[in-house]
């Protein structure tokens, strides 16, 4: 969207369909960036000395569906300024043409109550949008000053949909890891408990994290109750970025369940820096290793269901312990953290036995 200012745009967005997976919507996120190039000249009109720190306010205001979402201030302000009296040289300044809000983050809002969720943001039409962008120049300016601002306004927004997939993970896989050998191959290797004669495993790999192909398969060694398997992934050549894996198992009457997804940077250092989970199977707590630096994160934890079954804040960390606040009976489980501010999320799962 781009204006001269004070606008008022009216446009829809698409709601969260849950078909065809029947994923189950936990957060919408609401996020907008701006950036505004002003030029703003200031006129001393008064026989008088005049000093003030000028400054730029914008209020953005979003309703969804009528009901507002949104309503957020942000402020760029000026050097110090002084302002000789009137028909002397220095009687006026000018500022710019320069930003004052440079591809500056506006707000970012999440949205996790479940009935507005379901009511507005889920279902397979629209959200109608009406985001209004209002600037305030005047602002700690002197009586008998004169302020012309010029304004131009570029502003991205943007509806972001957290969601989490149903798709049952297998319980009988203990441990599933991905290391990359070399730049041409990935070493993926797994046990599994309580192993079935006729079950098999298809390999699936993605190199953006969301479509899986089958790059191999193995039937399974019904000889031991726990069983482990190894299979080399042959990178192709012109392959770069990161890589994801997950195993599909296939009962002999043609259930599938999938394992938890693991990931190797091919132009990296392999699979260190990824979202972790252990101990798994945990007992009363579990500890998460996100990468990157300490930011905040919400925790949430999902039963296969999909029901909430806890929500946790952690400001500051990228190392973090779980206390289950309850025991949790057994069966699979989804974690995912988010930062409200970023939007980056990280999910994973365990099983409890």
Not at 157 to 163: A, D, G, I, K, L
Not at 171 to 190: C, M, P, R
Not at 231 to 253: C, M, S
Not at 321 to 344: I, M, T
Request: aromatic letters at 14%; proline letters at 5%.
């Amino acid at each position: 969207m781009s204006s001269g200012g004070t606008t008022v745009y009216s446009f829809a967005m698409p709601q969260f369909n849950p078909s065809p997976g029947g994923y189950t919507l936990l957060s919408a996120v609401l996020s907008s960036t701006a950036t505004t190039g002003a030029t703003i000249s200031y006129q001393n009109t008064t026989a008088f000395f005049q000093d003030f720190f000028p400054s730029v306010i914008r209020t953005d205001n979003v309703k969804v569906n009528g009901s507002t979402a949104v309503n957020k201030n942000n402020e760029y302000d000026f050097n110090e300024t002084t302002l000789t009296a009137q028909g002397t040289p220095t009687d006026n300044v000018t500022y710019g043409p320069a930003n004052t809000f440079d591809n500056t983050n506006l707000f970012t809002t999440t949205i996790t109550n479940s009935t507005t969720l379901t009511n507005v943001y889920q279902g397979s039409g629209n959200i109608n949008i009406s985001y209004t962008s209002t600037f305030f120049t005047n602002n700690f300016v002197p009586t008998g000053v004169t302020v012309t601002p010029t304004l131009s306004d570029n502003i991205n927004f943007s509806v972001t949909y957290n969601f989490c997939n149903p798709t049952t993970l297998s319980s009988n896989i203990l441990n599933f890891t991905a290391e990359k050998e070399n730049g041409q191959k990935v070493d993926l290797k797994w046990t599994s408990a309580n192993e079935q004669a006729g079950r098999k495993y298809y390999i699936e790999a993605a190199y953006n994290g969301q479509e899986f192909a089958i790059a191999g398969s193995m039937p399974s060694d019904a000889s031991m109750n726990d069983a482990s398997y190894g299979y080399v992934y042959a990178v192709p050549p012109t392959a770069t970025g990161r890589i994801y894996f997950r195993l599909r198992q296939i009962e002999t009457d043609g259930t599938a369940t999938w394992s938890e997804v693991r990931s190797v940077d091919l132009d990296g250092g392999g699979s260190n820096a990824v979202f972790s989970i252990y101990p798994n199977p945990p007992s009363d707590y579990i500890n998460l290793s996100i990468p990157g630096d300490a930011q905040d994160w919400q925790v949430d934890l999902f039963a296969a269901d999909g029901s909430l079954v806890q929500r946790n804040y952690y400001p500051g960390q990228n190392s973090i312990r779980v206390n289950f606040v309850r025991r949790l009976s057994a069966g699979s489980y989804f974690v995912r953290a988010a930062n409200p501010q970023s939007g980056k999320h990280y999910a994973s799962s365990f099983v409890i036995r």
